[in-house]
C-alpha cells in the first residue's frame, strides 16, 4: 500500500489505488477507462482540480475540462425547456414584464 501523501483526503488516496492498479495491469499508454474519469472529476469538484491532478497524475487541463463539461451539462438539464405563465384574466391596456436573470439559451423565444 502507498503512503499517503500530506494534504491528499483519503478519497482521493483510495481512487489513486484504483488508477495505480489499473496502470499496472496495461502496457503502454492507452485510454484511461471512463469511469475512472468520471470518479477523478467528482474528487476534482469536491476537492480541487489541482489536488486531484497530482495525486492521480492526470493533465491538469484535461481534468479541467471533464470537470467543467458537467457542470455545463448539468446547468442545461437544469433548465426546463417549457414554463408556462399563468396569470388572471387581463383587462385591456394591462402591461406585462417578463425579465431574465440568465441569458437564455439559444434558440429559446419568449412571446
Known sequence: MA??????????????Q???QFRSTRSGRGRLPELLWQSAAEQARQHGVKVVTQALRLDYDVLKRRVGSVDQRRKRT?????VELICAAAAAGDEYVI?????????????
Open 3 to 16: 503512503a499517503k501523501k500530506a494534504g491528499v483526503p483519503d478519497s482521493v488516496q483510495q481512487l489513486r
Open 99 to 111: 425579465e431574465f436573470e440568465v441569458s437564455p439559451r439559444p434558440g429559446m423565444r419568449v412571446r
Open 78 to 82: 437544469a433548465m426546463p425547456a417549457f
Open 18 to 20: 484504483q488508477f495505480e
